[in-house]
């Protein structure tokens, strides 16, 4: 499977998987060409409309392992993941920099998205999520997890606090990237090792660097620090 770019009703544009959609999981990781606000008024509409959802959830952010099950109408407050469990309702999560993953199995069917920066990696929100959805009756071995763009290593500095805890709560050294002056965190490759050792083979990733491509991405280091762009999955009914 590979990814895809899509621009629909001169407004959405985002990477998403074919396969996966005709397999009922709808989902994207928007650019900043497309609104961020969907919140609110005709732009919410106009989510819901081009992508034939009912609802959406967009939770207040707190760079934890928070984790929500949807599925008779919930509507958490805040949190940085949810699992889908009712069908054509968008869960969002909103990044500009963090690494946005979604975990899904079709057959199921039931997907995850979750919203993971340095602290929620080292609380380790991606295994959290992997655990409920087993529990919830999933199987590893059918799951299939998307990572979109986020921060690479070639531009996430980090200081030897940061590099220190993940370290000491048991990160390998090989999650970071290090030179004459500088260390680099490469936040995939810590979140594809947990995805990897909860038993997820399908791992896809966009490949994208949030702050390299400025014409694509907003990016907190780059400077923008309100802006976000969007990123949602989905179960069609």
């Not at 499977?1 to 999981?25: A, C, D, G, T, V």
């Not at 929100?125 to 799951?143: P, Y």
């Not at 763009?149 to 531009?155: Q, V």
């Not at 940061?162 to 680099?184: Q, Y």
Request: net charge positive.
């Amino acid at each position: 499977m590979n990814f895809e770019f899509k621009h629909i009703n001169n407004s959405w544009s985002y990477y998403y998987i074919p396969e996966l959609e005709k397999q009922n999981i709808i989902h994207g990781f928007f650019t900043k060409t497309s609104p961020s606000r969907i919140l609110q008024g005709n732009l919410r509409k106009s989510f819901l409309d081009t992508f034939s959802l009912k609802d959406l959830i967009i939770m207040r952010q707190e760079h934890g392992e928070k984790i929500h099950i949807i599925q008779d109408g919930e509507k958490p407050i805040s949190g940085d993941g949810l699992i889908l469990l009712e069908k054509n309702v968008a869960g969002i999560v909103k990044t500009a920099d963090c690494l946005p993953i979604f975990i899904c199995e079709p057959d199921y069917p039931m997907a995850a998205i979750i919203h993971a920066g340095w602290r929620g990696t080292l609380k380790r929100i991606t295994k959290k999520a992997i655990h409920e959805m087993v529990k919830l009756g999933g199987e590893r071995k059918m799951m299939v997890a998307l990572l979109g763009p986020a921060i690479g290593p070639c531009c996430y500095e980090i200081k030897e606090d940061v590099h220190s805890v993940l370290r000491s709560n048991g990160f390998p050294e090989h999650i970071f990237r290090k030179t004459e002056t500088s260390m680099f965190l490469n936040l995939k490759r810590a979140n594809t090792g947990m995805l990897k050792d909860g038993g997820i083979e399908k791992i896809y990733d966009t490949g994208l660097c949030t702050c390299c491509n400025e014409n694509l991405f907003y990016s907190h280091r780059r400077g923008e620090k309100e802006d976000r762009q969007i990123n949602f999955v989905s179960l069609k009914g």
